[in-house]
């Protein structure tokens, strides 16, 4: 580390006031408090400190992602030499996976983070840390085989219009990584949907192999689910987005998220509450075989979990009350099933549950603290 | 009166054109018409017939409520507007059935919703009734440029990176971008990026010209 503070301490005067470079000191800022902690001091009023600061919390999520990141790797190999049908080492799957997805993480951080940067430069601002998380959610919520400029045009609509018109981290309306998903869902819906996605290098391998997600395939009614297939879909060896599949390792992230207190336990359990509800009433309706899928499979399918432990819980657009999370996270849950087994057109709605319900977050603050003003009101007059 | 002695393209006069392009510009702006903005905007040749159809519209009416000014009783006022409006469009829609029945088609019920456009009536109701008819034409004439920038603009961006062309020559394809694997943007297509595009057309004016910043 003294390596870095030394140059840092060398480039620094170059940045500062009257420095050559004066202009690009957001850029300095953003890599000197990314590698030490910042040794600013308030300087007005006073606040409640804590040692950890935004870029340490937003290490943490990485690290709870990183579960769901290598596990995604793995299953990219796994499928391929699957589809290929040959047999394969753990780390043949694991590193033919890795650089599928390496490109796709690259493209996601270089372009992000310029567009930040530009932005920080150009309005003098600090550059924020949000994007160290978005960056990376981002390529794991895409499929394998989206083309990386399509990747890197959702990048730039995200930042720019899902963040930086509203003023950057931290004011921003919808969640970034899923605005880039929804853009990209909608722009290029050939490549966001449909059963020649999901396997990279689809069209190198022979005829014969069935590429649709098992929602897809429950939506079109092609699936019949049986109980063994639970623990398959809980592991994750199934189709879908990069690193959205594995419900065991999401939950490993959920419960670092947890313990760091960082994630709200009360966002993710009522999403898998809502999601577990409304495919019970689904399930005592019982129209179509997608309505007889038992409740707790919705969970594991899809992006249900992903969307619950890591795009719910994002704190800048999810409720900000306790009462508030409980009942966003529950509509969220509930949206979500609903979406699916309603629109066949739409087999993933954990996406558009999320969207739909981080409008509607401060909405649902709005009520809560009115209605908490009101009772302390009639407390204080009785 | 001194209005006669002010020659025909005073400064004045000149700003009543020049005013609605920009500084108080109708669509992004003041933010009226904006429905009608949002839906013909995915397509370059309904758009400029619409712009021209509501130029036509905005001037006639401007003029002739104008000249009527001292006789309509203010009790009253709107409902001569509207027929004034009434009229004009109906003509327009007329004339566009004969002429270009195709496009008439695509613009559908917008041609007659014209006549609710908030920005005409606006313009009658704060300048026309009140101003001499050359000023009113003028008025008219800017806030209905004003309104058709903003369109041709939003719709130029749309059907070019929507549909890959423009005035439905295939622009992309000649370019040969599609070899490159370069694919259409089919978000631009859907109501959302008219509004999205509208914001950052909104976005890069308020960013050029700082008159229109609000203090707060």
Known sequence: MKIFRNLLNSVKPHFEEGGKLQKLYPAYDA????????DHTTKTGSHIRDAIDLKRSMMTVIIALLPALFFGMWNIGNIYYGALGEEAEFF??????????LPLILVSYIVGLTVEFAFAIYRGHQVNEGYLVTGLLIPMIMPISIPLWM???????????????????????????LTARAFAFFAYPAHLSGDKIWISEQQTIPDGVSGATPLADYASGDLVYQSHMFMDYFNGSMLGSCSETSTFAILIGAAILIISGIGSWRTILSVFVGGYFMGYLFNLWGANEFMNLPPHVHLVLGGFAFGAVFMATDPVTASSTNKGKIIVGFLIGIFAVLIRVFNPAYPEGMMLAILLMNVFAPLVDHYILEANIKRRLRRKKA | MSDKKEALFSKKNLKLVKDPLDDNNPITVQVLGICSALAITVQLKPAVVMALSTFF????????VSLMRNMIPS??????????????VILVDQTLKAFVYDVSKELS??????????IIMGR?????????PWK???DGFGNSLGYALPLIVVAFFRELLGAGTLFGYPVIEKLGLYELGYENNGMMILPPMALVTCGVYIWIQRMRNKKLIEEN
């Open chain 2, 57 to 64: 519209v905005m001037c006639t009416a401007n003029v002739v």
């Open chain 1, 31 to 38: 890599f000197e408090t990314f590698l030490f902690v910042p």
């Open chain 2, 136 to 138: 009113s034409f003028m």
């Open chain 1, 151 to 177: 990747l890197a045009v959702s990048v730039i609509f995200a930042v720019i219009i899902g963040k930086e018109v509203f003023g950057g981290t931290g004011m921003n309306i919808l969640n970034p990584a």
């Open chain 2, 75 to 88: 009790r009253i006022r709107i409902i001569i507007q509207l027929v004034v409006i009434a009229t004009l």
């Open chain 2, 109 to 118: 019920v917008f041609v007659g919703l014209i006549i609710t456009n908030c």
């Open chain 1, 92 to 101: 043949t799957k694991f590193s033919y996976g890795a650089l599928k997805m």
């Open chain 2, 124 to 132: 009658l109701e704060a300048f026309a009734l009140a101003n001499n």
